[in-house]
Nanobody, 114 residues
């Protein structure tokens, strides 16, 4: 079992920045690929960014060059630095721990609006 707790969401103006954090407990953090998905109202959940246990990273085309995913294995935490935010980035952002079984956090709301 892995428990995931996200933080860092909120309301930000277009062009602004936010950093999301997701802290894991309950298992060996370094065994898991960690990532962020998002889900906007009426839309399917989509992958935003993923970082493997070895540090390899993948991003959705829509966030490349604006978002950066990183992990601190000493703190069992994965981060998502989001810059140049756009209204279309508005969604609930969910942390995921991926291995044989996937585990999800409860989500944190990000709203980009003037």
């Amino acid at each position: 079992q892995v428990q995931l707790v996200e933080s860092g969401g909120g309301l930000v103006q277009p062009g602004g920045s936010l950093r999301l954090s997701c802290t894991a407990s309950g298992s060996i953090f370094t065994l898991y690929a960690m990532g962020w998905y998002r889900q906007a109202p009426g839309k399917q959940r989509e992958l935003v960014a993923l970082i493997g246990s070895g540090g390899s990273m993948n991003y959705a085309d829509s966030v490349k060059g604006r978002f950066t995913i990183s992990r601190d294995n000493a703190k069992n935490t994965v981060y998502l630095q989001m810059n140049s935010l756009k209204p279309e980035d508005t969604a609930v952002y969910l942390c995921i721990a991926k291995r044989i079984t996937n585990y999800w956090g409860q989500g944190t709301q990000v709203t980009v609006s003037s």
